[in-house]
């Protein structure tokens, strides 16, 4: 247990509860005034009706801080400022070296949980939306499982719906091989505005692609026979996006929406059946509780369309029902971009109301906002499209590549093509991940693949570094050292490696990833600080030496371990 927030905590609720009368929460957390800081007697006095200084001073001669803390005073109105004591620091730290998990326990308490993500559509281009989606989606499918959850990935593909019908009458036009060809090159976009074009133009080729959806839904061999092969041809490339970008997804993730389709016609009947459903031009709505229009009137979510279609809604409360009563999931996160977010609500709150989403389980938006261009508008190619996602990835990795070339001209040119790989597309995730991920943000390449400031290519360097450090001495960490902390920088930098626990944890509860990004960036100035100020291989003596090895091996593997959350690799040379 190196959760020093916790371990501290533990510490000060006995002697909170016996002032309380009842377990109260210390409010322990990180301060810059001391190591750490309790507010608890604040709220506590209020409720007590005493001066907030006495309960603290009560609070704290009753604690039992032996062993753990050097000094605990009380400041300003009310504060405990506790200073924690180097040998038990050290002692710590030492421990924290040991583990294979660096203090991060496995949940006590893991669940399904299902991570709704990436979800590009059959024959369109994935764009930068999917890009957030994939790479958020896939550090909450990392770290979820990496703290001991069930994770399920769920690729909720766009794969049905009326753009068939001239998807697949365009891929007849075309011949089979020809799209083929075209789709697995990745030409998805000129297939999809090559098909829509002709449907804007031609009255015949609308009126064929009208008559296809019908048959598409009624279930026609051969009709069913050309989707899949452009279901199949549009997946394969998925496949090839996310190799390219290292992602977890693979060909068993994909539950597209054509998944649910027998699925749908029970979720009519059972709205229905609880009297959830009512029509509204010709249409089947249901109107969850608590949404409104502008004019105040209830908003429908639409279940089943005028034509007898089912709507995307229909397939997404088919899906809810399919995770919690099939597969028993009871955390369903959707890494969706925030201009969905009404949708999802509407949707999440329709399965409340139908019994099919009830505690334990509950669904949670996960949103982010967009990717802006240098001009602050929606990320764009010259010629005005969105931005092709595989373009972006291979641009990433050829900058990537001229900067490595130039900072380490002695690699060998199989490792310099390896490691641009990793910062390239780590920049890129990095970027995606950095920021609160409700907000947009601005793209733009020269910052991102700095060797400084907040960066991935920073965190991987400084992983780089200690790795060399290993190399240079011709030594390995000694798994039986302990740690000593003599400078105020190796303190420093013990108390950042024992803030890893807890940022994982937070992480795992809020899927704010600039919270690991955040500590990472602050672990890898602490151990700069460190590195300048403390010799490591010319240490005066071998049991410092021994312990400035393993600090160094621990903030090495802390960061390749955050990293790795991330979904960023950590080259040992760049
Ligand atoms: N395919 C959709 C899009 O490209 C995203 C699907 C999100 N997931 C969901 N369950 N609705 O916008």
Known sequence: MTDLENLLSERLADAFAAVAGERVDPVVRRSQHADFQADGALPLARRLGRAPREVAADALGRADLAGLVATAEISGPGFINLRLRDDALAGLVTAMSTDQRLGVPVTGAPETVIVDYSAPNVAKEMHVGHLRSTVIGDAAARTLTWLGHDVRRANHVGDWGTPFGMLIEHLLDLGETEAAHELSVGDLNGFYQGARAKFDADP??????????????????????????????????????????GVTLTAADFYGESYYNDLLAPVVDALDGLGLLRESDGALCVFPQGFTGRDGEPLPLIVRKRDGGYGYGATDLAAIRHRTQDLAATRLLYVVGTPQHQHLAMVHQTAREAGWLA?????????????????????ASRAGQSVKLVELLDEAVVRAAAIVAEKNPDLDADTQAEVARMVGIGAIKYVDLAGDRIKDYTFAWDRMLSFSGDTGAYLQYTHARICSIFRRGEVAADPHAAVVLDHPTERALAMELLGFPAVVAEAGRTLQFHRITGYLQGLAGAYTAFYEACPVLKADGDALRASRLLLCELTARTLAQGLDLLGIQAPTRM
Request: no cysteine; hydrophobic share 40%; proline share 2%.
């Open 204 to 245: 015949g080729f609308a009126e064929r692609s009208r008559q296809r959806v019908v048959a598409l839904q009624s279930g026609d061999a051969t009709t069913l026979r050309l989707w899949r092969l452009l279901v199949d041809e549009s997946e394969k490339y998925f496949l090839a996006v996310y190799d390219k970008l």
């Open 359 to 379: 505690e334990p389980a509950r669904a949670e938006h996960v949103g982010f906002g967009q990717v802006l261009g240098a001009d602050g508008k929606k990320l």
